[in-house]
């Protein structure tokens, strides 16, 4: 038996009427709500959308969930144009060697630690060169000091270690920790002979006391010899 059927036992048709009269109302009132409502989702979803597009299009940073090694999920670091080219600037040393077309002559070459030094602080000036680097004169010596330190190892790492110790830093005779205060920082040391190796990209000369704080913390000191490209 139908609901309709079941009223009818129980109202008069006129209560019945009235009833189905307040239901059609409620049913025509209710169905213009539900389609407002599915339009405003439809809305919000174009419009994150449209907002990560244009995200995307301007090169605005977005953080997104990466797995790490053990397979959890972490938030990625916002990393801009600017971090990302410094990382570029910094990995390159790393390779020169290994894509030089006299990566051969290299390894068989007579040339002492001072010529390996010298010729590293050269290519380390005709790399920024071509690559056009811009900014202070210290944020170039930062770059090219950053090279020349990869260089250097990667040559060591190729080609066997020559005893050449790249940005350690000393205070009171002992090794200490970078950026411990008071201590200094050497380019190039070779500990067997106490030779140290300063670059200089720019225009400025090592000055008495730095030459005097180095003596005084670094051990077994014999030489400092500026590298000038």
């Known amino acids: 038996m139908s609901v309709p059927s079941v009223k009818l036992l129980c109202m008069s048709a006129a209560e019945e009427k009235i009833i ?13 709500l539900l389609f407002i409502l599915a339009a405003l989702v439809a809305l919000a979803s174009g419009l994150a959308g449209l907002s990560s597009a244009s995200a995307k299009t301007l090169g605005v940073p977005q ?29 390159i040393g790393r390779y020169d060697l290994a894509l030089d077309d006299t990566l051969a002559a290299e390894s068989t070459a007579v040339r002492t630690n001072a010529d390996l030094v010298q010729e590293i602080g050269t290519r380390a000036d005709a790399w920024a060169t071509r690559q056009g680097l811009t900014g202070t004169p210290q944020q170039l010596g930062t770059w090219e000091h950053t090279y020349a330190r990869d260089l250097l190892e990667r040559y060591q790492s190729l080609f066997g270690d020559r005893g050449l110790v790249t940005e350690r830093s000393w205070l009171g005779k002992n090794p200490a920790a970078y950026g411990t205060p008071a201590s200094v920082r050497l380019d190039v040391f070779e500990p067997n002979t106490g030779t140290v190796w300063d670059y200089k990209f720019g225009v400025t000369s090592m000055s008495a006391a730095q030459r005097a704080r180095i003596m005084a913390n670094v051990p077994g000191v014999t030489s400092i010899t500026e590298v000038r490209p």
Request: proline share 7%; aromatic share 4%; charged share 15%.
């Open 20 to 32: 189905l009269s307040r239901i059609r109302a409620g049913l025509a009132w209710l169905t213009p």
């Open 63 to 91: 953080n997104r969930a990466w797995g790490n090694s053990a397979g959890m999920l972490q938030s990625r670091p916002v990393q801009t144009p600017q971090s990302l080219e410094l990382q570029r600037e910094n990995s």
